[in-house]
């Protein structure tokens, strides 16, 4: 490929020791790894600015794509606005790859981003359309699963699951979108048909410092999109929809200016629009879940998919991985969840005080992430728990007993225990849980390893209680 070829829908600022033969093998954006590639591109970080590379990579690199160009650099540099900006449009250039095939649909939102994500694709796949999914759980591919290393992945490797993707003759992409892969600019150069806002709420504030920061980068993936699904219930959803030229309302409150009204009771869900009302009887049984898949049904409305052209369509959907999976032993209820915000903290023990008022929860927090939630999660914790269990929860190189500390500074009229080593914990909830007790293991979810300083250490939470389920049947 021709660098003019690369260079195609591109705005170039300027040029610095141009040539227009030159070939292109490959492009790399880490210094450390340049194989092959002979095209660089510069980034700016917060820690660290890749234009200082520059210096030591001329030997190898052909073509410098800049923020700033550096003439003592005698090697071809193309200037651009924001190098983080157009590496996936020069990505998507490189392996000739036609993004316009594929219908892309981003979620983003505190909570519920994994399971909107999931129920969209299955109700997608149920309607027969070939779909692929990303997120914290990985890349499902018309039902094959592949690694994906972050929620929202970095360019190179998103370029290369949508290779697959084009591949296995998909039509719809949904893919949760965090705020820090906007900040990182991971999502510039998508063309998303629509953004789903699911809510806001206290987390991440070790990057972003202050909720409305969070909220920023959020309302600029949603300003992306062609349409956006927003959920107006959220004080942020309603600040989002103002500001959003193109978006549609879901609410579960009354509110005659939506455009979705929806309605929630035990298992059964409505909704109302067009002056009319769908109704639907699920196999869900929490109220996040509902909801979650009330986004998920608006999702396909709006990508034009009639919602009552199968009303048994919610009768089997299968459970999210880490999400409120329940196990059943004896008159004993397990449930383990990837709640780590105060918030999902909230809504699955409430959901799961409709079962028992007895109540162990187990959980921690993550090392080097936002301390300030953790008093809240103790508070929250005990106004739901008849006993706490604080354990490790990727420690990081944070003591667990300082992080167990300040968890328990929000504890109140609740016993709890520090039980660092996680499995022990777990083990010591099954030991004190009567009949119809309820553990509720959280923070981890489907996470099949424990970090701990920078190690990733083989553990699963599900295989933990599978394990000891089969040895208390024994």
């Known amino acids: 490929m021709e660098i003019i070829e690369l260079l195609n829908n591109i705005k170039v600022l300027d040029k610095y020791c141009f040539n227009k033969d030159i070939q292109v093998n490959g492009i790399s954006v880490d210094s450390r790894c340049v194989k092959n590639e002979n095209i660089f591109v510069c980034t700016k970080g917060d820690k660290y600015d890749s234009h200082n590379d520059m210096e030591k990579l001329q030997k190898v690199i052909d073509v410098f794509i800049v923020d700033k ?30 993004k316009n095939k594929i219908k892309i649909i981003g979620v983003t939102g505190t909570n519920g981003k994994t399971s909107t994500s999931f129920y969209t694709y299955y109700l997608l796949k149920s309607l ?14 018309n039902g094959d699963k592949y690694p994906s290393s972050l929620t929202t992945p970095d360019p190179k490797e998103f370029v290369a699951l949508f290779k697959k993707m084009i591949k296995r003759n998909v039509s719809y992409l949904i893919m949760e979108v965090s705020a820090h892969a906007v900040k990182c600019n991971r999502v510039r150069g998508i063309d998303f048909e629509i953004g789903a806002f699911t809510n806001l709420t206290q987390d991440h504030l070790d990057d972003f410092y202050n909720l409305n920061n969070y909220a920023f980068y959020k309302l600029q993936f949603l300003k992306q999109c062609k349409k956006q699904v927003i959920n107006i219930d959220d004080k942020y959803g309603k600040m ?6 193109n978006s549609f309302s879901l609410s579960f409150t009354k509110c005659e200016e939506c455009r979705y009204m929806c309605k929630i009771h035990k298992n059964f869900l409505s909704i109302s629009f067009d002056n009319k009302e769908i109704n639907f009887e699920t196999n869900l049984i929490a109220d996040f879940s509902l909801k979650n898949m009330a986004m998920a049904l608006l999702i396909c409305n709006e990508l034009g998919f009639n919602l009552a052209q199968n009303k048994n369509i919610l009768l089997n959907v299968p459970d999210v991985e880490g999400r409120y999976n329940i196990f059943l032993f004896g008159n004993k209820t397990i449930c383990i969840d990837y709640a780590h915000s105060p918030d999902a903290i909230e809504q699955v023990l409430k959901n799961l005080k409709e079962k028992s008022n007895d109540i162990i929860v187990v959980f921690g927090a993550s090392g080097f992430r936002d301390c300030k939630k953790r008093k809240k999660m103790g508070l929250i914790a005990s106004k739901y728990a008849s006993y706490i269990i604080l354990t490790a929860d990727n420690p990081r190189y944070e003591n667990v007993n300082d992080i167990c500390y300040q968890i328990s500074e929000g504890i109140k009229k609740v016993d709890y225990v520090v039980i660092k080593n ?3 914990a777990i083990k010591y909830a099954f030991s004190i849980a009567k ?23 083989p553990y699963s939470d599900i295989d933990m209680v599978n394990s000891l389920i089969k040895q208390k049947k024994v």
């Open 435 to 457: 009949d119809n007790s309820v553990i509720a293991i959280l923070g981890k979810g489907n996470e099949e390893s424990q970090d701990i300083c920078s190690v990733d250490i």
């Open 128 to 141: 027969g359309k070939n779909v692929a999914v990303l997120g914290t759980n990985g890349c499902m591919i």
């Open 69 to 98: 160009i550096n003439k003592k650099i005698p090697k071809c540099q193309i200037l651009v606005e924001n190098t983080h900006k157009i590496l996936l449009k020069l990505l998507f250039n490189f392996n000739k790859i036609d």
């Open 240 to 245: 989002f929809e103002k500001e959003c030229s």
């Open 422 to 424: 996680r499995e022990e």
